[in-house]
Nanobody, 116 residues
Framework: QGQLEESGGGFVQPGGSLRLSCTASRSINSIYYMGWYRQAPGKQRELVAGVTSSGTTNYADSVKGRSTISRDNAKNTVYLQMNSLKPEDTAVYYC??????????WGQGTQVTVSS
């Protein structure tokens, strides 16, 4: 079992929705930032959205208005609600966590496929 457990990926038709979840192990201390990146075949990994411990969020332009990131600090869990999904959202989505010591953690990735 890894330090970051992801769930929620899958297959969805264009226009559909998915909710990704990522829970960080209690062994990770002083979590500051939790976010999601994605990597499509043949492309570089890119930021999708992130949220700090105080609730400040940031989004890639490509998902603004269609996605919402949220966080439950008590559960060490970050959520990414994605709506109006497009085929170009197809990618492996990776959870990312940064703590106050500057250490970065990555999940193993969850596949999101948007296709008719």
């Amino acid at each position: 079992q890894g330090q970051l457990e992801e769930s929620g990926g899958g297959f969805v038709q264009p226009g559909g929705s998915l909710r990704l979840s990522c829970t960080a192990s209690r062994s990770i201390n002083s979590i500051y930032y939790m976010g999601w990146y994605r990597q499509a075949p043949g492309k570089q990994r890119e930021l999708v959205a992130g949220v700090t411990s105080s609730g400040t969020t940031n989004y890639a332009d490509s998902v603004k208005g269609r996605s919402t990131i949220s966080r439950d600090n008590a559960k060490n869990t970050v959520y990414l609600q994605m709506n109006s999904l497009k085929p170009e959202d197809t990618a492996v989505y990776y959870c990312n966590v940064l703590n106050l010591l500057g250490r970065t953690y990555w999940g193993q990735g969850t596949q999101v496929t948007v296709s008719s």
